[in-house]
């Protein structure tokens, strides 16, 4: 296997944002299945559990470091959100142009963060803490 | 079906046509998400208030509690769905191929048994 030759590997293409897009979308997905599963489970499971629990978990999350793990999550879901809506796109065969794909491979990144601030906005507002 | 080469050995016996269900089965699980993952983010920004009393109360209510349910087998069936391609793709060897999807089934259905059942315990009345 060593001295077979190799296809033109990952460090000789030249960075475009289609290809961001697509490890985005890979990294935001898997971030979300190992660690926002694991905060889904656990807050419903302190729920259920009772508001000792539920203390404990709120305690945690609402730190500084919880949030900061919170604010990533939902940076995560609405930046996948944004990157799976141009695969449905893809998948129907419409976007390849070369402007057009450039064009959305930039937009859904931004388009996700746009969302989080206007999700944490929302939430803040509804608390009125401001 | 002869025994001369191996395309003549395979030819004519037909697709199995099971080839593009697992591209397939993450899209819809997708367009699960996507709806339902709506209707959870609305419901946090409406909640406003995130303390136990307020939540139990919301989640023990049945369409709290069935879209949660469904959130959940949605999110934990896509997320075991996208796990498996990456392992697929960076582990090559095959035991440890085995090994990890295996381990990737037991924590995707124990994951979304215990948040189903929460859920379910907290509608039903049941709290531990």
Redesign the interface.
């Known amino acids: 296997m060593q001295q077979r030759p190799l296809s033109p590997h990952l460090q000789v293409w030249r960075w475009g944002p289609h290809m961001l897009v697509s490890i985005l979308h890979?990294v935001t997905?898997?971030g979300?299945?190992?660690v926002g599963?694991?905060v889904?489970?656990w807050w419903?499971?302190a729920?259920?559990?009772?508001?000792e629990a539920?203390?404990t978990f709120?305690a945690i999350m609402g730190s500084p470091l919880g949030l900061f793990v919170l604010v990533g999550l939902s940076w995560a879901?609405f930046t996948h959100?944004m990157s799976?809506m141009r695969h449905?796109v893809l998948?129907i065969g419409a976007g390849y142009e070369l402007d057009v794909n450039r064009m959305w491979s930039i937009a859904a990144p931004v388009i996700g963060v746009v969302l989080t601030i206007a999700?944490w906005a929302?939430?803040l507002i509804?608390?009125?803490g401001m | 079906m002869g025994s001369g080469t191996s395309i003549g050995r395979v030819r004519g016996l037909g697709s199995a046509h099971h080839g593009a269900h697992h591209w397939l089965a993450a899209?819809f699980t997708?367009a699960g998400n996507?709806v339902l993952?709506a209707w959870l983010?609305v419901s946090?920004?409406?909640?406003?208030?995130?303390g136990?009393a307020n939540?139990?109360k919301w989640?023990a209510q049945p369409i709290p509690a069935t879209a949660?349910i469904l959130l959940?087998i949605s999110?934990?069936w896509h997320?075991r769905l996208?796990?498996q391609v990456?392992i697929e793709d960076y582990i090559h060897d095959a035991g440890s191929k085995f090994a990890l999807i295996a381990a990737l089934n037991l924590a995707t259905i124990g994951?979304g048994a215990?948040?189903i059942?929460?859920?379910a315990?907290?509608a039903l009345g049941g709290?531990?």
């Open positions: 890979r997905g898997d979300m299945a190992l599963l694991a889904l489970v419903l499971g729920l259920a559990s009772g508001p539920y203390g709120q879901f959100l799976g449905f998948d999700f929302a939430i509804r608390r009125g | 899209r997708a996507v993952m983010v946090f920004v409406m909640l406003g208030d995130f136990y939540l139990v989640l949660m959940v999110l934990f997320a996208g796990l990456v994951g215990f948040a059942f929460s859920v315990s907290l709290q531990a």
